[in-house]
């Protein structure tokens, strides 16, 4: 059995680091070249709308995923008439605009905050004027780890607001929250799904910077109904993720995310089976791997440069993962788990990381 992957970066890598072990075979398709996956299966490097390359490439696999939304959808209805993608069409289309998914999320009965759709200056005072500052205004597609987002916190922001920032964006209400949380759940054609303990994250310029778990977390019921509805309406295969703020008891939907997802990297090293294995057994219809937690695991982010590896790894418990990417500002570079919730080792890692 052979998965191909549209994308290349480390989600692609880790997902087939996981389903190599089970004996299932990858391909990759991207439009530009990243070494470190070779030696995981074959590289099909071209664009998404090389539709000789793409019928290549899926005359290759068995079935097809993905690990960012940022695919062109008329990729997917091309590569969808020879083979089955998970998750699908629909779930793609949704998760791509903000403002679809707000509407998923209020058609389910989901709690969000309010929001307003702005194309233009003119839209955005009057969202302004509805909602109030403080105010986030996000570009409706493509906007990731921050990005395509702007705080407006007084009218003395707006001068810096371009027209473009207006086309095509939403407008949202600024959150005060208690905390950021995510849930994630795997889910196959059998129906069977599992769900991984609440992720507690911590971001830092709109970037996730840490994650832990948290055993028994007193928001999971209610964050469980909320996924296991977005699941059941969409016919969900796949690993899913919906972020939420926590304000007192009540759970704010933020986002989804239809793909393994950065705040569950802590399950490559603290569960019976990694967010990575069960999307892999979802979408060839496997039964589901345990999701069950063996260990408390903290999850740092290793962003625009590497941290000395002999220093890191001096860090008991520790679990290193280099992506081998070229450092950048704000570039995922690599991430790091400390199994069990050791303050003064947490403390120590968290120094070497931040430098």
Known sequence: ??????????????????????????????????????????????????????QYFCDQVDVITYENENIKLETLDFLAKSKNIYPDKNVLRVSQDRLLEKALFG?????????????????????IQTLGYPLMLKKCR????????AKINNPSDLSKISVAQCTNAIAEEFVRFDREISLIAARNKREEVVFYDI???VHRDGILFKTVNRFHDSA????????E????????????????FQ?????????????????????????????????????????????????????????????????????KGSRLYDYKKTPEKGRKLGHISLLNDDPNRLNELE????G
């Open 1 to 54: 059995m052979k998965i191909g992957i549209l994308g290349g970066g480390q989600l692609s890598r880790m997902l087939a680091l996981s389903g190599i072990p089970l004996g299932i075979e990858f391909d990759f398709y991207f439009p530009n070249k990243m070494q470190a996956l070779n030696p995981l299966g074959k590289a099909h490097v071209a664009e998404y709308d090389d539709w000789e390359s793409l």
């Open 199 to 201: 992720c507690e994250n």
């Open 142 to 149: 493509e906007g990731y780890d921050g990005k395509g987002q």
């Open 247 to 315: 304000v007192g008891e009540q759970l704010i939907a933020n986002e989804m995310a239809p793909r393994v997802h950065n705040s569950g990297h802590w399950t490559l090293d603290a569960c019976v089976t990694s967010q990575f294995e069960n999307h892999v057994r979802a979408i060839l219809n496997l039964p589901l791997g345990d999701s069950t937690s063996l260990s408390q695991a903290c999850m740092y982010n290793l962003l625009s440069k590497m941290p000395d590896i002999t220093t890191l790894l001096a860090c």
């Open 107 to 127: 058609e389910l009965e989901i709690p969000t905050n309010r929001y307003m759709a702005v194309n233009s200056l003119d839209e955005l005072f009057v969202a």
């Open 220 to 227: 999971f019921a209610a964050a469980r109904n909320y996924v």
């Open 229 to 244: 509805k977005v699941l059941k309406a969409l016919d969900y295969v796949g690993v899913l993720t919906i972020e939420f």
């Open 351 to 354: 120094e070497i990381i931040t």
